[in-house]
C-alpha cells in the first residue's frame, strides 16, 4: 500500500507489469507537472550545449554536403581537377528560386544515389526552399533539433513506462542528454537524428500497445502505421530496429495469449511498410543491393580465421566508439560499468529472485541487437549507425545503476550517485570541437 500511495501521489498510473521490488522505494516524489518543467530545462540545456558545438564547427563531413546537394539540386561538382568557382559550389548545395519545393528532382536524386529513402531530403529541402540561393549549416540543423527535442521526450515516455516514476525517467533522460552521444546525433548533418525518434516512437508506441490487453484501438492502429511510413522512408535501419521491438511484443503477446492485439500490431506494421513501398519502390533493390545493402556483406570467399578476427575488430571498435560518446572517452569506465550492470543483474536474478519488468526488454532487446548487429554490418566505422540506439543504452545503464544503488540504506547516497554521473557526462560535452565533425573546410561560401 505504500509504494501505491506513493505512486498515486507522484502522479503516475499503475500497471500490472510494474514490479516495484525490481527499483525499490522512490528517492523522492515528482508530480507530473514539475516533472515536464524539469525535461523541458534538460531539452534546453540539451540544445544549447549542441548549439554552443555547432557555432564552433567550421567545416563539414562529406556526407553532410551531401545531405545538401541531394536535397537541392542536381548539379555535380567538377572532380577531373578542373576548379569549382564559389558560384558552382552554391549551385550544387543550395536551392535555386526556379527548383523551391520540388519534390519530384529530391525523389529523382534518391534514385540515382540508391542508398536512401527520401523523406529525410524532402524535410531538408523544405526548409531550404524558404531560403533560395542560400546554403548554411543552420538550416539542417533545425531539423535535427526539432528531432531531438521530441527524441528526448520520447526517451522520457519510455523511461516513465519502464519505471512507473518520474525521477527515474528524468535521469535517464539526462542520462543521454547530457553525452557527446546527444550532441553528436544532434549536430552531425545527416537523417540519424531523425531515424532515432522515429526508432523511439516506435519503441513508445509497442509498448503503449502492449499494455492494451485486447483493447488495441484504430487511433493505436494508426499511430504505429504513420510510425512505421516515416520510420522507413527515413533509414533502412529502423527496419531492423523495428523488427527487435516486435519480435518481444511478439513473443510476450503470444506468452499471455492475447491474440487479437499481436494481429492488430502486425496489421498496422505491415500496413506502413506496404505504403512506404508504394511511394519509394527503390527500397527492395535498395536494401537487397546497392552500396549499402545486403549484398555489401559477401563474407563467401573468407575463411573461419578471417571472419573471427573480422567480427572482434568491429566490436572492439565499436566499444571504443561507445566508450567515446557515453563514458569520456575511458574504455576501461564501460568495462567497468557493463560488468556492473551484468554481475550486479545475475544477483538480482538469481539470489534476490527479482525479474527484470517485462516492458524494459523493449528497451534492452532492440538496443543491444541492434548495435551488436549494426557494429558488424555497418560499411564505416562511425557512430552514426548506432546513434539510434545509445538513448536507450543509455538510459538503461541509469536505470541499471539506480536499482543497484537501491541496496544503499541511506537515501543521500541513492540520489547523490545519479547525480555525480550525469556531471561526469556533462564534464564530456563541455569541450567543443573535441568530437566535432570538422573535415573539409568550405572558406569560399
Not at 521491438?245 to 499481436?262: A, N, Q, R
Not at 568495462?335 to 527479482?354: E, M, P
Amino acid at each position: 500500500m505504500r509504494n501505491a500511495e506513493n505512486c498515486r501521489l507522484n502522479g503516475t498510473k499503475l500497471s500490472a507489469d510494474f514490479n516495484f521490488d525490481y527499483y525499490g522505494e522512490f528517492y523522492m516524489k515528482i508530480d507530473n507537472k514539475k516533472a515536464r518543467i524539469i525535461l523541458a530545462v534538460i531539452i534546453a540545456v540539451s540544445l544549447v550545449i549542441s548549439t554552443v558545438y555547432m557555432f564552433s564547427k567550421q567545416g563539414f563531413h562529406e556526407d553532410e554536403l551531401l545531405t545538401y546537394n541531394l536535397a537541392n539540386s542536381s548539379k555535380q561538382l567538377n572532380v577531373d581537377g578542373g576548379w569549382n568557382s564559389p558560384e558552382d559550389f552554391n549551385e550544387y548545395l543550395a536551392v535555386s528560386p526556379d527548383d523551391r519545393f520540388d519534390y519530384a528532382q529530391v525523389y529523382e536524386n534518391q534514385i540515382i544515389d540508391a542508398s536512401h529513402p527520401p523523406l529525410y531530403y524532402a524535410l531538408v529541402h523544405t526548409v531550404c526552399s524558404f531560403f533560395p540561393g542560400v546554403f548554411s549549416k543552420w538550416l539542417a540543423y533545425s531539423i535535427n533539433v526539432l528531432a531531438m527535442a521530441g527524441i528526448l521526450i520520447m526517451l522520457y515516455k519510455i523511461g516513465r513506462k519502464i519505471t512507473g516514476n518520474n525521477l527515474y525517467a528524468l535521469i535517464g533522460v539526462g542520462a543521454y542528454a547530457l553525452s557527446i552521444a546527444c550532441i553528436t546525433t544532434t549536430i552531425y548533418l545527416r537523417m540519424y537524428a531523425t531515424l532515432t525518434f522515429w526508432v523511439l516512437a516506435f519503441v513508445y508506441m509497442s509498448i503503449k500497445l502492449y499494455e492494451k490487453k485486447n483493447t488495441v484501438g484504430i487511433k493505436d492502429c494508426i499511430l504505429l502505421a504513420v510510425t512505421v511510413l516515416c520510420g522507413v522512408l527515413t533509414q533502412y535501419y529502423f527496419i531492423l530496429f523495428a523488427g527487435l521491438t516486435g519480435l518481444v511484443f511478439l513473443v510476450f503477446k503470444i506468452k499471455e495469449k492475447c491474440g487479437k492485439d499481436l494481429i492488430k500490431y502486425i496489421i498496422a506494421a505491415v500496413v506502413g511498410a506496404g505504403l512506404a513501398l508504394c511511394i519509394y519502390p527503390y527500397i527492395i533493390s535498395n536494401v537487397l543491393g546497392g552500396n549499402r545493402g545486403l549484398s555489401s556483406l559477401d563474407m563467401s570467399a573468407l575463411d573461419m580465421i578471417t571472419v573471427v578476427t573480422y567480427v572482434f575488430y568491429k566490436l572492439c571498435t565499436y566499444v571504443q566508439i561507445l566508450a567515446k560518446d557515453m563514458f569520456i572517452n575511458q574504455v576501461w569506465l564501460l568495462g567497468l560499468c557493463t560488468a556492473a550492470v551484468i554481475g550486479f543483474g545475475i544477483y538480482f536474478r538469481f539470489v534476490k529472485k527479482v525479474k527484470i519488468p517485462k516492458k524494459a526488454m523493449f528497451a534492452v532487446v532492440p538496443a543491444v541487437c541492434y548495435f551488436i548487429g549494426i557494429s558488424l554490418v555497418s560499411p564505416f566505422n562511425s557512430d552514426r549507425y548506432v546513434m539510434a540506439s545509445l538513448p536507450l543504452i543509455a538510459m538503461l545503464f541509469a536505470f541499471s545503476f539506480i536499482r543497484i544503488f537501491t541496496l544503499f540504506k541511506n537515501q543521500k547516497i541513492r540520489l547523490a550517485v545519479p547525480v555525480c554521473i550525469l556531471l561526469v557526462l556533462h564534464e564530456s560535452s563541455v569541450e567543443p570541437n573535441k568530437h566535432a565533425y570538422i573535415n573539409v573546410i568550405i572558406s569560399t561560401i
